[in-house]
């Protein structure tokens, strides 16, 4: 295969190119992540979460996609679960609200429509988490 500079490139070697990413860790070692910008939203969401992974975003605004890395049989809690909703909250523009609703699914249920602009996805088996946007460090 040859790129655009006219190189020839190992179609094997070839990877997405990596999100840009807000990084988080959770008590107990959980890893979160946030997408910086649509197109890094887009990778997070369907290109580097792996199935039962758990994705967040906040409802009904604009915000970042966000990614609670899931453990080899390991299942995170509700707490862990509420941080990672809090933290999407966070990198929304809810940011400086109250108490502010987040959607969650595994990122198996989360499909992009054809043509979508970055950053736009379908979600499926949502559960709505209601919590305070923080960035984790409180």
């Known amino acids: 295969m040859v790129s655009r500079t006219g190189k020839k490139r190992d179609k094997d070697s070839f990877s997405p190119p990596e999100p840009r990413v807000f990084?988080?860790?959770?008590?107990?070692?959980?890893?979160?992540l946030a997408g910086k910008t649509d197109e890094d939203n887009d990778l997070l969401s369907?290109?580097?979460a792996r199935p039962n992974d758990w994705w967040f975003h906040v409802r009904?605004?604009?915000?970042s996609?966000?990614?609670l890395r899931a453990r080899d049989g390991e299942q995170p809690d509700s707490q862990v679960k509420k941080q990672a909703a809090a933290i999407a909250a966070y990198h929304s523009?809810?940011?400086?609200?109250?108490?502010?609703?987040v959607s969650c699914t595994q990122a198996c249920n989360v499909t992009k429509p054809r043509g979508a602009k970055p950053g736009t996805v379908h979600i499926k088996k949502?559960?709505?988490y209601k919590?305070?946007?923080?960035?984790?460090?409180?």
Do not use: D, F, Q
């Not at 009904?60 to 915000?63: R, T």
């Open 131 to 138: 919590v305070r946007p923080s960035s984790g460090e409180e």
């Open 65 to 67: 996609h966000v990614v």
């Open 126 to 128: 949502e559960v709505v």
């Open 46 to 48: 369907l290109k580097t």
């Open 93 to 101: 523009k809810a940011r400086n609200g109250g108490i502010v609703p």
């Open 60 to 63: 009904g605004m604009p915000g």
């Open 23 to 32: 990084r988080y860790e959770l008590p107990g070692g959980w890893e979160v």
